[in-house]
């Protein structure tokens, strides 16, 4: 026979199993954020992309629909991926969109790298003060920093009426709308994306591998492209795809500082989703985007754990 304490701890114990430890709800929390804020809003744009545009609210027909026979009817509509292929439109936008996002990526990756390597170089309150310099745009409003290259850029802005001033040209440069301007916004926006991680990796860095190699006779820029360099790989991949990604995607800067010609596939979205109305086939555009961006990381984060 059980005594009643019997019955009590094994009543305890069954609880316990649908009880989740707190390890298990450490994890379950961001697994739930993901889940709502990344999976469910993916499978609504992958819904939405194979399905039909119509004049309605939603602008776009359900994939369900019960038929006069009682028979549910399930439809899928893959026209608007063909529909991307034909239109000569949405791959140039493709490819204008990762052409400037690598253009981005690749000049913050040569102004970034030697400025984070100087503020790793630096001990206490200067590499603190350095460090503030670059967090502090943060404080500020995105599209503040984003209108003010507008009055420098325009053509009586700051830039042309200062070289006008110095005698250097003798007319007003049209920078603003055109690639240039669109380039020089990205890069000034997300050049802080690439040095932190950067610094991150440099400044941990053990100094004594280079004073090995200065000791075995290797000269400063061999050191640096022998042992610094091959080291700070992974804070360059991870600079690399913190600028790569947005900037593809990216459609205020293109906006505000852009021109007509300039053709980015955010920009082209935005048109489908609210000048168009053609939601389906701006879901299909997302998902395509999606996919040129994901697919390359995952084949670098795989390349980068076999070398590991």
């Known amino acids: 026979m059980t005594s009643a304490a019997d019955d009590v701890g094994a009543g305890k114990r069954g609880l316990e199993r649908f009880i989740p430890s707190g390890r298990t709800l450490v994890i379950l929390v961001p697994l739930i954020w993901l889940f709502v804020f990344f999976i469910l809003p993916l499978f609504l744009v992958l819904k939405i992309s194979v399905s039909e545009a119509a004049l309605a609210r939603p602008p776009y027909l ?122 020089l916004g990205i890069v000034y926006t997300y050049l802080p994306f690439m040095i932190l991680p950067l610094y991150a990796n440099l400044a941990k860095l053990d100094g004594t591998l280079l004073e090995a190699a200065a000791d075995l006779g290797s000269r400063p820029i061999k050191a640096f492209l022998t042992v610094t360099l091959p080291l700070s790989i992974p804070g360059i991949m991870a600079g690399s795809l913190l600028v790569f990604i947005p900037a593809v ?60």
Not at 170 to 177: F, N, S, T
Not at 286 to 292: N, R, W
């Open 62 to 183: 359900p994939l369900f629909e019960w038929s006069d026979d009682n028979f549910l009817k399930f439809t899928l509509n893959f026209g608007n991926y063909a529909y991307l292929i034909e239109d000569s439109l949405y791959y140039k936008a493709y490819l204008e969109s990762v052409t400037i996002a690598f253009l981005s990526t690749v000049i913050c990756l040569l102004i970034g790298y030697p400025m984070a390597y100087y503020i790793a170089k630096k001990q206490g309150a200067v590499r603190a003060i350095l460090l503030l310099m670059i967090i502090l745009p943060f404080w500020t409003s995105f599209l503040l920093r984003v209108y003010a290259w507008i009055g420098i850029l325009k053509p009586k802005g700051i830039l042309s009426s200062a070289l006008i001033s110095l005698g250097i040209i003798d007319e007003p440069l049209q920078l603003l709308q055109t690639d240039f301007a669109t380039l």
């Open 249 to 308: 995607g990216e459609f205020v800067i293109p906006a505000l500082l852009g021109g007509p010609d300039t053709l980015m596939i955010g920009r082209v979205l935005w048109d489908e989703f609210f000048s168009n109305r053609d939601w389906p086939v701006a879901s299909a555009v997302a998902v395509v985007m999606l996919l040129l961006i994901v697919l390359p990381t995952m084949f670098l984060r795989a390349q980068q754990k076999e070398e590991a």
